[in-house]
T-cell receptor, first 114, second 115 residues
């Protein structure tokens, strides 16, 4: 069974631009969560989607948005990029929402804003 | 609100020596507890989790952790480490009454195994 796939793996963008990151969950998994990982702040929850609906949202500005498609694939978008948005963005999938279910993480997308 | 504190940001240890990575959490409600490992340029991999029952939890790669409710701790241990255990380790909690998969992570402990 294939794991969680995140594309692209690396990305360089300029301040002010926007970016879209993609996450394909494990087959059969319907819950997808996104996290931002930075050296200073560690891992921070962005949002979670289940059945195309956002269920939870972390404390991030509105420039960060996401969506989930009917095949459970998810995208996150960051508009008007700032230098501080440089981070590793991790996607996690699980069969369904529920804090006792195991979340499987992708390898992440390394975003660098210059 | 939940928070997680990993007391040691870096832990160097010699090969075949025992190691303990400390984790304390703060929560107003009951929580589930997890340890994840992250190898360079990789995502997170689940080592073990505590949901309920026995407070001693065994995970993959010879790791185990003990849940201590009175001390709100969930320390990770391994009796004999290998070079391949060099990685970043994250402790995480999730709200027992939460509506989904929202983890609160500690800032991580970098374990370096010295040959």
């Amino acid at each position: 069974k294939a794991g969680v796939t995140q594309t692209p793996r690396y990305l360089i963008k300029t301040r002010g631009q926007q970016v879209t990151l993609s996450c394909s969950p494990i087959s059969g998994h319907r819950s997808v969560s996104w996290y931002q990982q930075t050296p200073g702040q560690g891992l921070q929850f962005l949002f979670e989607y289940f059945s195309e609906t956002q269920r939870n949202k972390g404390n991030f500005p509105g420039r960060f948005s996401g969506r989930q498609f009917s095949n459970s694939r998810s995208e996150m978008n960051v508009s008007t990029l700032e230098l501080g948005d440089s981070a590793l963005y991790l996607c996690a999938s699980s069969e369904q929402p529920g804090d006792d279910t195991e979340a499987f993480f992708g390898q992440g997308t390394r975003l660098t804003v210059v | 609100a939940q928070s997680v504190t990993q007391l040691d940001s870096q832990v160097p240890v010699f090969e075949e020596a025992p190691v303990e990575l400390r984790c304390n959490y703060s929560s107003s409600v009951s929580v589930y507890l997890f340890w994840y490992v992250q190898y360079p340029n990789q995502g997170l991999q689940l080592l073990l989790k505590y949901l309920s029952g026995s407070t001693l939890v065994k995970g993959i790669n010879g790791f185990e952790a003990e849940f201590n409710k009175s001390q709100t701790s969930f320390h990770l241990r391994k009796p004999s480490v290998h070079i391949s255990d060099t990685a970043e380790y994250f402790c995480a909690v999730s709200d027992l009454w939460g509506t989904g998969n929202q983890f609160y992570f500690g800032t991580g402990t970098s374990l370096t195994v010295i040959p």
